[in-house]
Every structure is written in C-alpha cells, then in structure tokens.
C-alpha cells in the first residue's frame, strides 16, 4: 500500500512539473481593447514567440510583429500612432530584415519600396513623392552600397539629374566623372595673382 503511494506521488510530481515545465505565458496586450481576444506568449524561458501585438495608450494598434526565440522572424508591420494607417511592413529572418519591404506615407501611399538581404539593402529600390506619386528615386543596392545608376526625378515625374555608384562611392554626375568635375571647380576657383 504504501508502494503504491509513492508511486503516485511520484506520478503526480512527474505529471505537473512537465506542465510546469513546458508552459506558455500569454498576457493580454497592454492597451488593447477589450474586444480584442489576442494574447501575446512567452515561452518557458520568457522568450517572445508568435504573433505581437502592441498598441498605443488611446487602443490603436501599432504594431503587428511575429516572433521566433525573441528575435523578430517573419513579417512585422507598424502603424502610425495616433490614426492606426499602415507605416511600414518588413519580412524578418532571426531578427534582421530579409526580404520584401515598403514603407507607406500617412496617407496610405506609397513612400519606399525595396529589398533587404541580411540587413543590408539588395536589388532595385524606388522612393515615391507624397503629393504626385511620381518616383523620387531609384536604383540598386549591392549589399548595402549604391551601385550603377541613380536616377532622381521632380514631382512632375522629369528626370532632374542621374549620379553614379560604384560600391556606395560617387564616381559621375549626369555622366561626367568626378575628377573631371572637381578639375572644372578648381578652374572657376582659381584667380590670377597680379603684382
């Protein structure tokens, strides 16, 4: 009989410390609202994981951010704070940006689009005006460095003037070299001594 006690207890103890062990905190979202049924969870060693919501004091939602052992990993979006309008929406990998990203005017327009890789931006990037929609900018980053040709454009959409990259360093402006446009401002800056 008191084999079979202690074989019980010791099942007992086995059963809830596992539970104890193995279990998720969720907490409701500071200044959520109360309709809202989301929780946000922490793992067992208090680490973020899943989906995050956060909101501001007046219960708008600013943030929409996924989790994987604490480190941001896959997409996060935030909000503007006081109307709740889409800002921004980056993809994660292990806490750094990896993949599609936009940035958005208060308005809801588009204001930047590109790509990250590891952190650094990669590929065709693109910055729009607010008012017109027209591009702003555009051209490639190569591992978080300019590279080719930057194209910069007015409101209307005209080609203002094109700089050229090469590994984030300027090397023309409008097609003409730079050492030949500093050789062109040393002549102008040059006076003639007369004594």
Do not use: C
Not at 95 to 114: D, L, N, V
């Amino acid at each position: 009989m008191l084999n079979r006690r202690v074989k019980f207890i010791i099942i007992l103890l086995v059963l809830t410390a596992s539970k104890w062990l193995l279990a998720q905190d969720s907490e409701r979202p500071k200044f959520a609202p109360f309709k809202e049924k989301h929780r946000n969870l922490r793992d067992e060693f208090d680490r973020k994981q899943g989906l995050w919501k956060l909101y501001s004091a007046s219960q708008i939602i600013i943030a929409d951010v996924n989790y994987l052992n604490d480190k941001k990993h896959g997409m996060s979006t935030r909000y503007y704070p006081h109307t709740g309008e889409l800002m921004e929406q980056a993809e994660y990998f292990d806490g750094r940006k990896h993949g599609e990203y936009k940035k958005f005017y208060y308005t809801g327009a588009t204001k930047t689009e590109g790509e990250y890789d590891l952190n650094k931006r990669t590929g065709y990037w693109v910055d729009y005006y607010l008012n017109t929609g027209e591009v702003r900018s555009e051209g490639t980053y190569d591992r978080g460095k300019k590279q080719g040709d930057w194209k910069f454009y007015n409101s209307q959409g005209d080609l203002k003037y094109t700089y050229t990259y090469d590994q984030g360093v300027l090397t023309a402006m409008n097609g003409v070299p730079i050492e030949e446009l500093k050789r062109q401002e040393e002549q102008k800056n040059q006076t003639i001594n007369i004594k």
